[in-house]
Each structure stands twice: as structure tokens, then as C-alpha cells.
């Protein structure tokens, strides 16, 4: 009797399979042609992963992965190593590196401007074709701003130069005080029109002085005969003078007054005197005279005073006219009024009166006008 060998015979297939990661893998499995009788007849409807782990498979994420062919699937999403998407364009926003708004386009002139030379105190300047860098000696050719090294320089915060005039825009002073006068910018300010006293505020150290004294009245005509009178002088002004007070201090105030008008055959009455302190004082308008000399204008006294910032010397007032046969002289100008004509007063502060007219009678002439004193802080 012969016997049979049975030799079971080995049958190798694939599986397709696709992994957690969405990539598919092609597995050869080595299966007995009883495992797949049995199958068949027992399992009709296993499925691929129950006949892997029918041979003890169960670790499904060792299969290979697919690296040809075309993908069909879902795209990968960023969480597990891909994109999320499919184009260029929507996997850099996916990545957050989006051109123009996550990283900067590629420019020609940043690649130009990052080969330039880092030296200390250089600097961009645009040439019209290129950028080049260039130093403090030749970028102020190519600025078109000349030769810096003419002008004065600040050095430490401190301006080494002359203080910028108002008319070039600056304050034309190096202390707040002086530009505050300059720009006749003052806190506060008292205007006396007669005799007073002035008492410096707390924190008030310094004070600007604007006066002017009394006119001189003019001269009285002749009562018998063709001559007139002599007009009165106008009186000197200041102007915006500095003086030095002490907070809460008081000081003298004297108003000029005006100088009286000449009664017929008479003379005029000089302008009184103005001044601050009995310190600086703006002098009044000489008188007008029956059938003499004019009135002379006011200033003699304070013609040789210097002030700072801001101020002026003493301004004399204008000369008052003399008579003309039987017509009165007319009356010295301040800068702050206008003096009389013949016989007539005088208007504003510190003008002097017009002498009297020759008339069949003497006639009287014209009184000048009072000072000021204003005091600014």
C-alpha cells in the first residue's frame, strides 16, 4: 500500500491596507490553503484586518508606506506633518508664513541696502539711481545743506551761539524773563496815570518799565502887538526797561504832569517829570514862552542810559516850534502823542501844548498832556 505525502502547499497574497496616517501600504501575507478553506467556509465576510491578525498581526502602524502612485485621500493636515492643503499658496498661510503679511516678499533694495558698509555714523542716502551709505562729510553735499561745520553747534544741551533773533523766529533771549518781555508776553501789568505805589507779586523778580513824563504846556500871546507864543515840548519815553525788585517789595511811582497852558503875556508850564523807584526817570517837556524860545523837547537826563534785552534808551520827545510873527509855535510830540497846533492842547500822553496865536488880545495857549508809568511782570 503506498502512502501519500501531504506537503500543505503555502499561498502568498497582498493585502491593501490603508494606515492611521492615511498612507497605504501594500502587505504580503503568506497564508496555508487550509487557512483559506477554513476561512472561506467559516468566514465569508472576514475582513483584511481580521485575516492579518488571524496570523498574530495585530500592530497595524508597522506596515510600510506608500511612496508612488497618486494620492486619493484626504490631505494630511498639519497636525501629523502635513500641510492641510493643496497648493503652495494655502499651505504657507496652513504654515503661517505667508508671503506679504507673515514674511517680507523679496525686495532688490533690501538686498542692496543690507550689503551696504555698517561703519560707525553711516548712514542711507538715496543718490537718485542707488542707495549708498555715507558719512556726516558727504551727506550733507547730497542733502543739499552745505558745509554744517559753519553754523554754530550745540554741544551738551547748550546752544554756544547768538540767541535767535524774534525776526528769524526765535525768542532773541537765553532766559524765560527775557523772552517773555521780547514776545511781550507778560503775566501781569499795572498802568499808573498818576502817582501810586507798586508792590512787586511773590516770585516777581524782575519788571519791564514803559514811561513817559508831561508835556510842557505852550506859551501865551502878546496883548498888544503881532507875536505869539512858543509851543511846549514833547516829553521823553523808555521803553520796555528791565529793573530788579524784590518779591513783595514796594516801590515809588511819580506820574509827569502836564504842563500848564501859558496865560496871555505869559509863559507855559514845564511837564512834570515820571519815574519808578526815583530810580529811572523819563523827563518831562520844557515849557512854551510869551514872545521866546520853544518849549525843548524832554530826554536830556536819561539820554546816556543803557539797558538789556528788551529795553531802550531814553527817547526825547520833539522840540516845540517857535512863535512866527503873530503865529503860535505848535507843540513837541511824544512817541505817545501828538502836540498841539497854534493855541490848540496837546493829545495823548507826554505831547506838549501849541503856543497862542497873536490875536487883538493876548491869548492863552495850549496845556500839554500827562505821563504813564506801566509796569509789566
Request: net charge negative.
Amino acid at each position: 500500500m503506498k502512502k501519500l505525502l501531504f506537503i500543505p502547499l503555502l499561498f502568498l497574497t497582498t493585502l491593501l491596507y490603508a494606515s492611521p496616517n492615511n498612507s497605504m501600504s501594500i502587505l504580503p501575507v503568506a497564508v496555508d490553503r487550509e487557512t483559506i478553506e477554513a476561512n472561506d467556509e467559516n468566514d465569508r465576510n472576514s475582513t483584511i484586518a481580521s485575516a492579518y491578525n488571524a496570523h498574530n498581526h495585530t500592530d497595524i502602524t508597522q506596515l510600510g508606506t506608500v511612496t508612488t502612485g497618486v494620492w486619493n485621500g484626504t490631505a494630511v493636515p498639519v497636525l501629523y506633518g502635513g500641510t492641510g492643503s493643496t497648493t503652495a499658496s494655502t499651505a504657507r498661510t496652513a504654515l503661517g508664513v505667508a508671503i506679504g503679511s507673515d514674511v517680507q516678499a523679496y525686495d532688490a533694495d533690501l538686498g542692496t541696502i543690507s550689503a551696504l558698509a555698517n561703519t560707525d555714523s553711516n548712514f542711507i542716502v538715496g543718490n537718485g539711481s542707488a542707495w549708498v551709505a555715507e558719512s556726516g562729510a558727504t551727506a550733507r553735499t547730497s542733502l543739499g545743506l552745505g558745509s554744517l561745520a559753519t553754523l554754530s553747534t550745540i554741544n551738551n544741551d547748550n546752544w554756544s551761539g547768538t540767541d535767535l533773533a524774534v525776526a528769524n523766529g526765535g525768542t532773541g533771549a537765553s532766559t524765560a524773563t527775557a523772552a517773555k518781555a521780547n514776545l511781550e508776553m507778560y503775566a501781569g501789568s499795572q498802568l499808573f496815570t498818576g502817582s501810586g505805589t507798586f508792590t512787586a507779586p511773590t516770585g516777581v523778580t524782575t519788571v519791564y518799565l514803559t514811561m513817559v513824563g508831561g508835556g510842557g504846556g505852550g506859551g501865551g500871546s502878546a496883548s498888544a502887538g503881532n507875536n505869539g507864543g512858543s509851543g511846549g515840548g514833547g516829553s521823553e519815553a523808555i521803553i520796555n526797561y528791565p529793573y530788579t525788585v524784590t518779591p513783595t517789595s514796594e516801590y515809588a511811582v511819580a506820574v509827569g504832569a502836564a504842563g500848564t497852558a501859558g496865560a496871555a503875556n505869559g509863559n507855559g508850564g514845564a511837564g512834570g517829570n515820571s519815574s519808578f523807584d526815583s530810580t529811572i526817570t523819563a523827563t518831562g517837556g520844557g515849557a512854551g514862552l510869551f514872545q521866546g524860545s520853544a518849549g525843548a523837547g524832554g530826554g536830556v537826563a536819561l539820554d546816556a542810559v543803557t539797558t538789556t534785552a528788551g529795553g531802550s534808551t531814553g527817547i526825547r520827545g520833539g522840540n516845540g516850534a517857535s512863535y512866527s510873527s503873530g503865529t503860535g509855535g505848535a507843540g513837541g510830540a511824544s512817541i505817545y502823542g501828538t502836540g498841539g497846533a497854534g493855541g490848540a492842547a496837546a493829545t495823548g500822553y507826554g505831547s506838549g501844548g501849541g503856543g497862542a496865536t497873536a490875536g487883538g488880545a493876548g491869548v492863552a495857549g495850549g496845556a500839554g498832556t500827562i505821563g504813564f508809568v506801566l509796569v509789566q511782570y
